[in-house]
Structure formats: C-alpha cells, structure tokens
C-alpha cells in the first residue's frame, strides 16, 4: 500500500465551479499534513498545510479526518490560474515529506 | 533572497556517462534535501544533508548515487554510470530547520534524460 494515495483526476471543471478531492494516508502516526501544487514540469510549491480543525486560504479549504485517516481540499469559484496539479503531503513525524502522485485539475472558460 | 537554485535545468547524458547536479539552498537555510519524480509519481525521497554531513540516505540506491554537501558551496547529487531508468526530475529542497512543521522550499528541478 503506498504511503498517501489521491485520485489522480483529471477534474475538468468551468470556472466559478467548485471542486473537491481526497486523499488517504497509511500512516496513523502522521503529524503534519500540507497541500501542495505543481504546475506542470515545474516545482511543487506549499498551497497550504493542513491542521486539525480545518482551515481555509481565501477560495480554498482543507480538512483533516484523522480518524479516517484522509485530507480533503475543495477549491470554491475556480479560476483558470487553478489549473495544476495538486500534491497531497504528510511528514510522518520527521523531516522526510511523502508525496501522492497528485491529483490534475483543469478550469476552463 | 534569491530562492533554492538548481542548475543545470535540463541535463541529457548518453548510457554510461556521469551526472552531476547542484543545488544552492537559499541563504540561511542550512538543510537539504533531494527528491526524484518519475513520470506520473509522486517525488520520492532521497537523502537529507546538513553541511558536511550525510543525516539520512535511505531513499538513495544502493549503487552508483552519492550526494555532497560541502562547507563551502552546492549541495551535489552525483549519478555515476546513468541508465534509462535514471531519467527523471531531480528536485532539491532547503529548509532552516528540519522540525515537522518547517517548510521546505523547492529549487526549480534539473530534468535529466538519459539517451
């Protein structure tokens, strides 16, 4: 089982739609979770990171679920710039960052 | 405060031939680290550096990688004898701690094509 799973997509979406995705974790013993996101052939960069309350950046929100062991993001009134690739993250518990292999959102017009 | 810097961006090696990539953290930042993304994959962790020092290779292959972080200078990933397989996006990261919480920065990759 890999360590963080997410549905690779694509989500095809218009803009102003919402969209959500998830991702799962195996490790129970996580302690930090972040999302990432990766415009194509570039580096990843932190979208936000992830705390157990739940919290949101403006048009986007994250939750935690960890008895369920999964992250949530939801992108509220997409905009054409959102278009990426978004990377589920989790440190377990030292320096080392486990990557999923992304999950593909496309706005269009 | 210019940001973590990989060079070269694209890197093309014949069968057999060495790579070397460098990385430049960004300025106070002490830690570093280097990934691999294959086509389609998540990146995957390879080694973390303090200066001088090697703190964890675990995600290093066996044979022909070796990473340095020299007191003075890059950080350099070195790929001795490169296959097919080796062809991919090397990214490195820097940090100012190494803590849980710590966000790590990341260089823009050097895309290396092994032919």
């Known amino acids: 089982r890999k360590e963080v799973e997410q549905d690779p997509g694509p989500f095809n979406v218009p803009e102003g739609a919402t969209v959500a995705f998830n991702c799962t974790y195996s490790?129970?013993?996580?302690?930090?979770f972040f999302w990432y996101r990766q415009d194509c052939r570039k580096e990843p960069k932190l979208l936000m990171s992830?705390?157990?309350s739940g919290n949101e950046d403006g048009r986007f929100t994250a939750q935690l679920n960890r008895a369920s062991q999964y992250i949530s993001l939801l992108i509220r009134d997409s905009k054409l710039s959102d278009s990426a690739t978004y990377l589920c993250?989790?440190?377990?518990?030292?320096?080392?960052?486990?990557f999923g292999a992304g999950t593909t959102v496309t706005v269009r017009a | 405060n210019a940001g973590v810097m990989q060079n070269p961006r694209h890197l093309v090696r014949r069968r057999g031939q060495e790579a070397r990539l460098r990385c430049s953290p960004m300025?106070?930042?002490?830690?570093v680290y280097w990934y691999r993304q294959l086509p389609e994959e998540g990146l995957k962790f390879m080694v973390y550096?303090?200066?001088?020092?090697?703190?964890?290779e675990s995600g290093m292959p066996k044979e022909r990688f070796s990473a340095e972080f020299p007191k003075e200078g890059p950080s350099i990933l070195r790929i001795q004898q490169v296959v097919r397989g080796d062809s991919a996006a090397y990214f490195c990261?820097?940090?100012?701690?190494?803590?849980?919480?710590?966000?790590?920065?990341f260089g823009q990759g050097t895309r290396l094509t092994v032919v």
């Open positions: 990261a820097s940090s100012r701690h190494s803590d849980v919480n710590t966000e790590a920065f």
């Open positions: 490790n129970s013993a996580s302690q930090s």
């Open positions: 992830v705390y157990s």
């Open positions: 993250v989790v440190n377990f518990n030292d320096y080392k960052l486990s």
């Open positions: 300025k106070g930042h002490s830690h």
């Open positions: 550096l303090q200066k001088e020092n090697i703190i964890d």
